[in-house]
């Protein structure tokens, strides 16, 4: 029923306006790359919402929200009628790289007696600065042009957070690099103690290769880091981060201790 005061006797003619949320809305991404060197370049970013089928004369406004759910970062207006509609976001140009990254043993570990490694992939990441339309989950659609001209289209599953606030999206495990990683206790008992971290990238590329060695930590009230090599990782409460440089045909290797408590 729809009920206007204060208006003089006799018929009117009215429209209503209402909001309906709609969950069947599909989303995917595309983001073409141009690569300038091996790991460096410019990527084309496009997000598409398909909205549902609606009534004749109704209109979707299509919102994407940033970190604070209250600050809609872009919208868009579709009328998407009997056969749906589509909606078309972003298409910017932002930077763009490539990186290898060794992630932690599966499971965090588990944490062995010894240093005996477990197999870990290296997987080639496409790092982009934090597209708010490129946060809604969704398939991605990635081709990756090199400087030669070579084209690889890869679908990939959606972004993910990286550690620095950028996101990255899953291209492939690499061929060349061959990791494995341990986390070790040296001591300790339910309150305190001290774990080893070992990781071991083999090159087996014809080219020297920069490895990320990414590392889950167990977040602990306090910890202290007693030794590393060959640099310092770059720690945060529930990561560790190191980077290192393989030469071809040769093996590198990054470890840290960390002393905790409760």
Known sequence: MLRCGGARPGRRQARLRYLAGVERV?????????????????????SRITVPPMAP??????????????????????????????????DAVVPARLEAVLGSPPDGGPVRADASPVPVPVWQWLVLPASPALRVPGPVLVTLEGPDG???????????PAPDGSLRVPLWI????????????????????????????VNRGASAR??????????????WLMDSFPVEPALTAELARTAIRVAPGETGRAGFQLDWAW
């Open 57 to 90: 004369g109704v209109v979707a406004q299509v919102q994407v929200h940033g970190a604070a759910r209250a600050a809609v970062v872009t919208s868009a207006t579709v009328a998407p009628g009997p056969d749906g509609g589509l909606v078309t976001l972003g």
């Open 150 to 160: 070579r084209r690889r289209v890869v679908q990939s599953g959606p972004s993910r």
């Open 174 to 201: 690499d061929p060349e690099l061959v990791g494995s990683a341990s986390v070790f206790e040296l001591r300790g008992d339910a309150r305190a103690g001290s774990t080893g971290y070992l990781a071991t990238v």
């Open 210 to 223: 920069e490895v990320w060695i990414e590392t889950a930590l167990t977040p602990t009230p306090k910890r």
């Open 26 to 46: 599909e989303v995917a991404h595309v983001v073409e790359v141009a690569l300038r060197d091996d790991t460096v370049g410019d990527a084309r970013i496009s």
